[in-house]
Nanobody
Framework: VQLQASGGGLVQPGGSLRLSCDASGFTLNRPAIGWFRQAPGKEREAVACLSTNNDITYVPDFVKGRFAISRDKTKNTIYLQMDNLRPEDTAVYYC???????????????????WGQGTLVTVSS
Protein backbone atom coordinates (compact mmCIF):
# COMPACT_ATOMS: atom_id res chain seq x y z
CA VAL A 1 0.00 0.00 0.00
CA GLN A 2 1.37 3.37 -0.99
CA LEU A 3 -0.08 6.82 -0.52
CA GLN A 4 1.66 9.69 -2.27
CA ALA A 5 0.58 13.20 -1.26
CA SER A 6 1.43 16.32 -3.22
CA GLY A 7 0.31 19.89 -3.78
CA GLY A 8 1.54 21.66 -0.70
CA GLY A 9 3.22 25.02 -0.78
CA LEU A 10 3.14 28.62 0.35
CA VAL A 11 -0.14 30.48 0.08
CA GLN A 12 -1.37 33.80 1.39
CA PRO A 13 -4.17 34.02 3.93
CA GLY A 14 -7.51 33.77 2.17
CA GLY A 15 -6.01 31.75 -0.66
CA SER A 16 -6.71 28.21 -1.84
CA LEU A 17 -4.78 25.02 -2.40
CA ARG A 18 -5.70 21.57 -3.62
CA LEU A 19 -3.78 18.60 -2.30
CA SER A 20 -3.68 15.29 -4.14
CA CYS A 21 -3.08 11.78 -2.86
CA ASP A 22 -2.33 8.98 -5.30
CA ALA A 23 -3.14 5.56 -3.87
CA SER A 24 -1.57 2.32 -5.07
CA GLY A 25 -1.57 -1.22 -3.83
CA PHE A 26 -5.29 -1.15 -3.18
CA THR A 27 -8.34 0.18 -4.96
CA LEU A 28 -10.43 2.98 -3.60
CA ASN A 29 -13.61 0.96 -3.47
CA ARG A 30 -13.47 -0.37 0.05
CA PRO A 31 -11.50 1.45 2.69
CA ALA A 32 -12.04 4.80 4.28
CA ILE A 33 -9.40 7.33 3.38
CA GLY A 34 -8.71 10.80 4.61
CA TRP A 35 -6.50 13.78 5.29
CA PHE A 36 -4.82 14.57 8.56
CA ARG A 37 -2.50 17.38 9.55
CA GLN A 38 0.09 18.12 12.18
CA ALA A 39 1.25 21.58 13.06
CA PRO A 40 4.49 22.18 14.97
CA GLY A 41 4.06 21.35 18.62
CA LYS A 42 0.52 20.07 18.14
CA GLU A 43 -1.19 16.71 17.95
CA ARG A 44 -2.04 15.22 14.58
CA GLU A 45 -5.70 15.86 13.71
CA ALA A 46 -8.12 14.77 11.03
CA VAL A 47 -9.43 17.40 8.62
CA ALA A 48 -11.51 15.34 6.16
CA CYS A 49 -12.37 11.70 5.55
CA LEU A 50 -14.20 9.79 2.82
CA SER A 51 -15.91 6.43 2.73
CA THR A 52 -14.97 5.04 -0.66
CA ASN A 53 -17.76 2.47 -0.73
CA ASN A 54 -20.54 5.08 -0.55
CA ASP A 55 -18.78 8.45 -0.96
CA ILE A 56 -19.99 9.74 2.39
CA THR A 57 -17.62 12.40 3.70
CA TYR A 58 -16.90 13.71 7.15
CA VAL A 59 -15.36 17.12 7.79
CA PRO A 60 -14.89 18.36 11.35
CA ASP A 61 -16.50 21.61 12.37
CA PHE A 62 -13.26 23.56 12.66
CA VAL A 63 -12.67 23.34 8.87
CA LYS A 64 -16.22 22.77 7.66
CA GLY A 65 -17.15 25.15 4.87
CA ARG A 66 -13.51 25.70 3.94
CA PHE A 67 -12.15 22.17 3.33
CA ALA A 68 -13.64 19.48 1.11
CA ILE A 69 -12.54 15.96 0.23
CA SER A 70 -13.26 14.26 -3.06
CA ARG A 71 -11.92 11.52 -5.26
CA ASP A 72 -11.33 10.59 -8.86
CA LYS A 73 -12.26 6.93 -9.21
CA THR A 74 -10.55 6.62 -12.58
CA LYS A 75 -7.22 7.76 -11.15
CA ASN A 76 -7.37 6.19 -7.67
CA THR A 77 -6.71 9.66 -6.34
CA ILE A 78 -8.25 11.68 -3.55
CA TYR A 79 -8.14 15.44 -3.19
CA LEU A 80 -8.35 17.98 -0.40
CA GLN A 81 -9.65 21.33 -1.57
CA MET A 82 -8.75 24.02 0.94
CA ASP A 83 -10.27 27.49 0.59
CA ASN A 84 -10.04 30.66 2.65
CA LEU A 85 -6.86 29.41 4.24
CA ARG A 86 -5.72 30.84 7.55
CA PRO A 87 -2.27 31.01 9.15
CA GLU A 88 -3.43 28.40 11.68
CA ASP A 89 -3.90 25.94 8.81
CA THR A 90 -0.13 25.81 8.45
CA ALA A 91 0.89 22.19 8.96
CA VAL A 92 2.20 19.07 7.33
CA TYR A 93 -0.75 17.36 5.67
CA TYR A 94 -0.91 13.58 5.34
CA CYS A 95 -3.23 11.27 3.50
CA UNK A 96 -4.06 8.07 5.32
CA UNK A 97 -6.25 5.01 4.94
CA UNK A 98 -7.40 2.03 6.90
CA UNK A 99 -8.14 -1.14 4.94
CA UNK A 100 -10.32 -2.40 7.77
CA UNK A 101 -12.33 0.79 8.20
CA UNK A 102 -15.22 1.77 5.94
CA UNK A 103 -16.70 4.73 7.81
CA UNK A 104 -15.43 8.23 7.11
CA UNK A 105 -16.52 9.39 10.57
CA UNK A 106 -14.80 6.47 12.28
CA UNK A 107 -11.59 6.97 10.32
CA UNK A 108 -11.42 10.61 11.30
CA UNK A 109 -11.78 9.58 14.94
CA UNK A 110 -9.19 6.84 14.91
CA UNK A 111 -5.60 6.30 13.90
CA UNK A 112 -5.40 4.91 10.36
CA UNK A 113 -3.13 1.99 9.61
CA UNK A 114 -1.66 3.29 6.35
CA TRP A 115 0.07 6.67 6.00
CA GLY A 116 1.65 8.54 3.17
CA GLN A 117 4.48 11.01 3.46
CA GLY A 118 3.35 14.51 4.30
CA THR A 119 3.19 17.64 2.23
CA LEU A 120 3.83 21.00 3.86
CA VAL A 121 1.25 23.76 3.64
CA THR A 122 2.34 27.20 4.81
CA VAL A 123 -0.19 30.00 5.05
CA SER A 124 1.58 33.31 5.42
CA SER A 125 1.70 36.77 3.97
Amino acid sequence: VQLQASGGGLVQPGGSLRLSCDASGFTLNRPAIGWFRQAPGKEREAVACLSTNNDITYVPDFVKGRFAISRDKTKNTIYLQMDNLRPEDTAVYYCAADLGQFSSYALCHSRPTEWGQGTLVTVSS
